[in-house]
């Protein structure tokens, strides 16, 4: 699968993903402005489970934080890790993002507690995590390995407590399910690697 910009040099590759990964932080800064000044009207994009009209919120509410405080936790290890995955082209990290977000989204509507109120970036975070922490051995690259090694280093331990249930105020239902479904992105939008081209 090719992605946006398939033969551009690195550095093109990173200046596009480090543009788009500004934007998407700017807009999520700029989401939580327009919240605090409506009074918090968009904190109900949120997900309510089991609802049906709240379907509608599954995408939304990846963008949607309860305060600044929730939207800084997640702002660095979005720009970080969003990234590091966009590196590979941003076609296939869109995919993976809209993946990620969609099968979090249901999964937190399917089974979260009942009148709970479920928003933020850290499903797709989780989601990141675990794409970028298995799609090198899924795709046998030795850079992605090696990346794959640093980031469990550097977010494992923090990783592992945001999955724990008896965290009150955070949903790890939402966080297990994006680091599952990052897993699965590795397998579903795994790169092909290129044959040999044949020589007469």
Known sequence: MSGVGAGWSR????????????????????????????????DGLGVT??????????????????GFAHLAANTVPLLVLGFLAALAGLRRF???????????GVGVWLIAPAH?????????IFGLFGFLLVSGFVE?????????????????GSILAGLAPTQTGVSWQGHLLGLLAGVAA???FRRRATPPALTP
């Open 11 to 42: 550095g093109d590759r990173a200046m596009a993903a480090g543009k788009l990964m500004l934007a998407w932080i700017a807009l999520l800064w700029l989401l939580e402005v327009v919240d605090v000044v409506s009074g918090h009207a968009l």
């Open 49 to 66: 489970p089991r609802t049906p009209s709240e379907l509608v919120d599954v995408v939304p509410s990846a963008f949607i934080h309860f």
């Open 94 to 104: 869109l995919l993976v993002c809209a993946l990620i977000v969609l099968v979090d």
């Open 116 to 124: 709970t109120n479920t928003a933020g970036a850290s499903g797709l």
């Open 140 to 156: 046998r690259r030795p850079w992605g390995v090696l990346a794959g090694i640093l980031i469990a280093a550097i977010w494992g």
């Open 186 to 188: 590795a397998f579903v």
